[in-house]
């Protein structure tokens, strides 16, 4: 007799290839501990409901155990006879207790079991995400604090602009970070609702109690449509869309790495053991890690566009189409986890240069807007104003210096309104120390997120 639960239908046994190309033990078989956890909850229920007895609910109970040992255990042959993790365990159950292992599956089906696995495998994915989420914050605001009053070019299109702190710009990215565990956190809540009981689509004739269920499981809610519950994976795709954000927030300070580490910028080094060398060129230090982590963004956002199509036009309710979104999920899964870690450690061991940003602050008269500001508070309107600081910056550049370094004379001819006080103002320090408000980069402003962020970070 085939090991198939629907063989009696069937005039011949499924071919070889169609067995492989429709089976999902290879993948789905790391979902078995939730698949159990599933299953227990909806035994005890059953047997609350008067739907199981007490001694099959024991039996039950005692062969999952029996079961969860041998997975730990490495023991477990799972069988592409059997096609997925579901079945597998199904029938390991009942060659351990017989009959109770076949009622396991009374006022269920693998539609509502597979969608309630998979919410229960992400929810704990989604925690254990948050907390390293967290982890690489703390990595960038320890940085921050160490870096509030290093100075460095601050860049738009690629120009240097004005003069920031080291420390500003890692919060930078600690403030997207925040963003995208906040949008991690609501992502759970909708994913933390559960389908069971929905069975194959249109729910069971037994009188079966859900609430129970979903409390056993520590599920937030239940899913108030059979059909909607067994279909829908937009929860799936949720996580990957705000995996796929926070992957381009990652390849966005890689990129940012990547050129900063380089001889050209040299603004700081990143420990060699993030690094590799070339096999040909003896003086490379090649940035992999970084660049891995530009690359993998689109290997995540192409898991998002692998769901969100694998989910459109499909007709309610369930389809087989489904079993395609666990190896995207998976991987997506993966994929951050492994960034995340490897990506605090790396900030970790990076080592500031602030004397070679420094000089690229004076290279690029990064203080003109100070200039302009400047003439401004002393009654010149800011069109003139720029005007003015645009005929001091030729003639800084005509002569290759940084505007500091004209003389008050110099500086005089382009307006009399300039005292020897400009060059408080025109130093990048003093262009720093000016921008102090609630989200600039002066020192004191940086200190003052640092600290907002450590209690956020301490308070969960
Ligand atoms: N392995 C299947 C999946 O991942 C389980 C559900 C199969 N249900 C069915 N009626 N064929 O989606």
Known sequence: MSEKNWSGRFHEPVSELVKQYTASIEFDKCLANYDIQGSLAHAQMLQQAGILSEKDLAAIQSGMNEILQDIAAGKINWSIDLEDVHMNVEHLLTQKVGDAGKRLHTGRSRNDQVATDIRLWLRAKIDLIVDLIKDLQTALVDLADQNAEVVMPGFTHMQVAQPISFGHHMLAYVEMLGRDNERMIDCRHRVNRMPLGAAALAGTTFPIKRELTADLLGFEAICQNSLDAVSDRDFAIEFTAASSILM??????????????????????????????????????????????????????????????????????????????????????????????????????????????????????????????????????????????????????????????????????????????????????GSLNARNHVGGTSPVQVRAQVARWRALLRSG
């Open 248 to 429: 381009m927030h990652l390849s966005r300070l890689s990129e940012e790495l990547i050129y900063w580490i380089s001889p050209r910028f040299a603004f700081i080094d990143i420990a060699d053991r993030f690094c590799t060398g070339s096999s040909i060129m003896p003086q490379k230090k090649n940035p992999d890690v970084p660049e891995l982590v530009r690359g993998k963004t689109g290997r995540v956002v192409g898991h998002l566009l692998g769901l969100i199509t694998l989910m459109k036009s499909q007709p309610l309710a369930y389809n087989k189409d489904n079993q395609e979104d666990k190896e995207p999920l998976f991987d997506t899964v993966t994929t951050i986890v492994d960034t995340l870690r490897i990506y605090a450690d790396m900030m970790r061991g990076v080592t500031v240069k602030p004397e070679n940003m420094r000089a690229a602050v004076l290279q690029g008269f990064a203080t003109a807007t100070d200039l302009a500001d400047y003439l401004v508070k002393k009654g010149l309107p800011f069109r003139d104003s720029h005007e003015v600081v645009a005929r001091a910056v030729r003639l800084a550049e005509e002569q290759q210096c940084d505007l500091s370094d004209l003389s008050l004379d110099v500086l005089q001819s382009f307006s009399e309104l300039i005292t020897d006080d400009v060059y408080a103002v025109l130093t990048p320090e």
